[in-house]
């Protein structure tokens, strides 16, 4: 992997839980998300803008943009579902493990080839980050229902990866976000208000001015991470390889949640650190 695409994905990987711990410490995470995915496709659209972004060069590539929408559909959808459903600690290594799906894609329908060195980062990479969250005494087969929900969640992660990794080859990250996340706001919204979701809850804040930024900010984070990862796709980032150098971002979670909720399990958080470093680390000097 290049020096600037291993930079890009881990300062993406760094952002990445500090815009999640912010959406998660939020009253209604559901409504949250929407503004979170409604500000994506503001600052897309304003970052086309000022640098003279052609947003209908998009019409080239509308099955790539179709594909990706599903992808982060299916992941939001199945995300939700599973977490209502069952426990974080034990379902997200599942979701988060996308890179196994990518390389399988990669190789059954695309004819992509990997090092050995590569596969062994990957495997390294994702198993810490399994160990990592894993919970002890969890019964993932006790559960079929949600294991599948989860699984679903993971393919659509890697759906929207592939799809993103090919529109980088057409057109730019703001372009792809304003017209992906764009689309995403009416289904969500649709879905939220369907739920019994309301838009403006007065308990939630003193002020709109006050509520709008708490929805704004890690909107914001969130499209720095997500841009970061898609200029490294540009930058011909192996799509396989960026996802799992992505699971950088699960040590710097499990800090956090260390730090915010005293958790345990120290010894093996950091021989599972470890691995995944070590994963990284090889995927990042394989040539």
Known sequence: MEPIVAILV?????????????????????????????????????QAAATGEDLWAVRHVLPLIILSWCGQFLYGICLTATLRRGDLSAYYPIIRASPIFIVIVGVLLLGQTYAPI?????????????????????????DPGTLALALAAMAGTGIYSLADARLMQSISPAVQMFWVEGLLIPVYLAIYLRNGGRLWDVHAGRSWLKHTGVLIIPGVMAYI??????????????????????QASIPISVLLGGFFLREGSILRRLTASLILAAGIILIVTAH
């Open 225 to 246: 991470s997500y841009y970061l990862i898609l200029y490294a796709y540009q930058l011909g980032g192996e799509v396989a390889a960026v996802t799992s150098v992505r």
């Open 10 to 46: 881990l300062t993406s990987a760094t952002i990445h839980p500090f815009w999640n711990l912010l959406l998660k410490r939020e009253t209604d995470p559901a409504r949250a998300y929407i503004g979170l995915t409604a500000t994506l496709c503001f600052c897309g659209f304003l």
């Open 118 to 142: 590569i596969l062994l980062g990957m495997a390294m990479a994702v198993s810490g980050g399994f160990l990592l969250l894993y919970r002890r005494g969890a019964r993932l087969l006790r």
